[in-house]
């Protein structure tokens, strides 16, 4: 069949938009499919917007995109049963723009990044499911929809279904996704006057916060929670990894530890008085490096999520997502300038392009992070209670001398891991994240 389209890209989240327009912006005849009623009727996102790879596909977002907050101040908390140590980093630099990260909400953020797609000149059709990819021989030249005459043609298709990438699987470019390599998401949206939220978090009428936390507060599991401010709500949410919650010997189920985690007094008093608006649940593929399958073949790219492109260490992915769909749309777009054809050999371009980018170096540099987390709970247990612990023994002013009290420090982490445990773990750590 003679294709239709130059190409076919499956899903509207940030990854296919970003692809999609990319595409169609250069002139390209472009089919997007998206099984949502709308795009991002079905997506999940915290959600920080890293403005960076938007701008670099569309320079002037800011004009009209439907941003909530600009990010003045990061907070890191490390969190026992009662209290938090914490890092907060504020700079009125980032209080000036152009603002380099927004809190944005999914919904409407995924269909103004649809209407530019469509403006420039792909045609969107929703409501509506890709089953299968259309192979001749081993080359990729189509989709199968779930509507009658639902086979369309394409020289490429572009799969930007998310995390549970159920075509690339079933045309066997990749297995089955582990449990331990993907994390079980869920958030909240809390409604709160605009005025309560400034005055809780110390900002201004556009400036936000981001507080990530790590400990207790994901049961011993490896994960990490969130709180985020938009206009006029707040996003609180918390992830585990899949095989983490099924091994957990609490059973504790992601709603309860949202539960847990919004009862923690740190954070109690944040979120007091929030109307519940939304509440969902997501995967995320935090596999890094080493989960990253084969992203192109005859006829097919991978991008976004369902190519695991996530930096879970810093709480990236659709920056990722954006990144990945433009370049692979730049493969396309000079394999039909170079009249090359679509083969594996023309598109292998689009990983070399992605070894180049930040996106693989990045998930190169935290490769072993996800197996040494893994298997060393102590960093989501242990030494959170023990920092707490020690930052408590510190400040609190009882009459014992403060060298006392660094002693009572250093053997309560003695006690706790031993010397050559304590060392060992600094090592893992450094490997972790080296
Ligand atoms: P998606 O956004 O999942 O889009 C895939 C699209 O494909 C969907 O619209 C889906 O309906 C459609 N689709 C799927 N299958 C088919 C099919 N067969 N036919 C047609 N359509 C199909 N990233 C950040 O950068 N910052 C954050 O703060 C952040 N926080 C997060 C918090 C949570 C709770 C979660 C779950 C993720 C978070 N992420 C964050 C990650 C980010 O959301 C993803 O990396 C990003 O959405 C990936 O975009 P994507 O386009 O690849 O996939």
């Given at each position: 069949?003679?294709?239709?389209f130059d190409?076919?890209?499956v899903?509207a989240?940030?990854?296919?938009?970003?692809?999609?327009?990319?595409m169609?912006?250069?002139?390209?005849?472009?089919?997007?499919?998206?099984?949502?009623?709308y795009p991002?009727?079905?997506?999940?996102q915290g959600?920080?917007?890293y403005?960076?790879?938007?701008?670099?596909?569309i320079p002037d977002?800011?004009?009209?995109?439907?941003?909530e907050?600009?990010?003045?101040?990061q907070?890191?908390?490390?969190?026992d049963?009662t209290s938090?140590?914490?890092?907060?980093?504020?700079?009125?630099?980032y209080?000036?723009p152009p603002?380099?990260r927004y809190t944005i909400?999914?919904?409407q953020f995924d269909?103004?990044?649809?209407?530019?797609?469509?403006?420039?000149g792909a045609?969107?059709?929703?409501?509506?499911t890709?089953?299968?990819?259309?192979m001749?021989?081993d080359?990729?030249?189509g989709v199968?929809?779930?509507r009658?005459h639902g086979?369309?043609?394409?020289d490429?298709v572009v799969?930007?279904d998310?995390?549970?990438?159920?075509?690339?699987r079933?045309a066997?470019f990749?297995?089955?996704?582990?449990?331990?390599?993907?994390a079980l998401?869920?958030k909240?949206?809390?409604?709160?006057?605009e005025?309560?939220?400034?005055?809780?978090?110390?900002?201004?009428e556009?400036s936000?916060?981001v507080?990530?936390?790590v400990?207790?507060?994901?049961?011993?599991m490896l994960?990490?929670?969130?709180l985020?401010?938009?206009?006029?709500s707040?996003t609180i949410?918390v992830?585990?990894?899949?095989g983490?919650?099924k091994k957990?010997?609490n059973?504790?189920?992601?709603?309860v530890?949202?539960?847990?985690m919004?009862?923690?007094p740190?954070?109690a008093?944040l979120?007091?008085?929030?109307?519940?608006k939304?509440y969902?649940?997501?995967l995320i593929p935090e596999g890094?490096?080493h989960?990253?399958?084969?992203?192109?073949?005859?006829g097919?790219?991978i991008?976004?999520?369902s190519?695991g492109?996530?930096?879970?260490?810093?709480r990236?992915?659709?920056?990722?997502a954006?990144t990945?769909?433009?370049?692979a749309?730049?493969?396309?777009?000079?394999?039909?300038?170079?009249g090359?054809?679509?083969?594996?050999s023309t598109?292998?371009a689009?990983?070399a392009?992605?070894?180049?980018?930040f996106?693989?170096k990045?998930?190169?540099?935290?490769?072993?992070m996800p197996?040494?987390?893994?298997?060393n709970?102590?960093f989501?247990?242990?030494?959170?209670d023990?920092?707490?612990n020690?930052?408590r023994t510190?400040i609190?002013?009882?009459?014992i001398?403060?060298?006392?009290?660094e002693?009572?420090i250093?053997?309560s982490f003695?006690?706790?891991?031993?010397l050559?445990?304590?060392?060992?773990?600094a090592?893992?750590l450094w490997?972790a994240f080296?």
């Amino acid at each position: 069949k003679p294709s239709q389209f130059d190409a076919i890209v499956v899903g509207a989240g940030p990854s296919g938009n970003a692809c999609a327009y990319t595409m169609a912006k250069a002139g390209l005849k472009v089919l997007q499919i998206e099984r949502g009623e709308y795009p991002g009727s079905k997506n999940v996102q915290g959600a920080i917007l890293y403005a960076k790879a938007l701008e670099e596909i569309i320079p002037d977002f800011r004009e009209d995109a439907p941003l909530e907050r600009h990010i003045i101040e990061q907070r890191m908390w490390v969190l026992d049963e009662t209290s938090f140590v914490g890092t907060h980093v504020r700079s009125a630099d980032y209080d000036k723009p152009p603002y380099n990260r927004y809190t944005i909400i999914r919904a409407q953020f995924d269909k103004w990044f649809s209407s530019k797609v469509r403006e420039a000149g792909a045609l969107l059709i929703c409501e509506t499911t890709v089953n299968h990819l259309i192979m001749d021989g081993d080359q990729v030249v189509g989709v199968q929809c779930d509507r009658e005459h639902g086979d369309v043609y394409a020289d490429v298709v572009v799969l930007a279904d998310g995390v549970n990438s159920t075509l690339a699987r079933k045309a066997g470019f990749h297995g089955e996704i582990k449990s331990d390599n993907v994390a079980l998401a869920v958030k909240e949206i809390l409604f709160m006057p605009e005025e309560t939220i400034r005055q809780r978090f110390n900002i201004g009428e556009e400036s936000g916060v981001v507080i990530e936390m790590v400990g207790r507060i994901t049961d011993g599991m490896l994960g990490t929670g969130f709180l985020y401010t938009n206009k006029e709500s707040l996003t609180i949410g918390v992830g585990c990894m899949l095989g983490d919650f099924k091994k957990n010997p609490n059973r504790t189920s992601p709603y309860v530890l949202l539960e847990q985690m919004k009862r923690h007094p740190a954070i109690a008093p944040l979120i007091e008085g929030g109307e519940m608006k939304e509440y969902c649940a997501h995967l995320i593929p935090e596999g890094g490096f080493h989960a990253i399958p084969q992203v192109y073949g005859n006829g097919w790219m991978i991008v976004g999520d369902s190519g695991g492109f996530v930096n879970a260490a810093h709480r990236e992915g659709s920056n990722l997502a954006m990144t990945t769909g433009r370049l692979a749309a730049e493969t396309v777009i000079q394999a039909k300038a170079a009249g090359d054809g679509y083969r594996a050999s023309t598109l292998k371009a689009y990983k070399a392009a992605l070894d180049d980018s930040f996106v693989m170096k990045d998930l190169h540099k935290y490769r072993d992070m996800p197996a040494v987390l893994h298997k060393n709970p102590q960093f989501f247990t242990t030494y959170p209670d023990l920092v707490a612990n020690a930052a408590r023994t510190m400040i609190t002013v009882d009459g014992i001398d403060k060298k006392t009290k660094e002693r009572e420090i250093f053997s309560s982490f003695r006690k706790s891991r031993r010397l050559s445990g304590l060392v060992g773990d600094a090592y893992k750590l450094w490997r972790a994240f080296r």
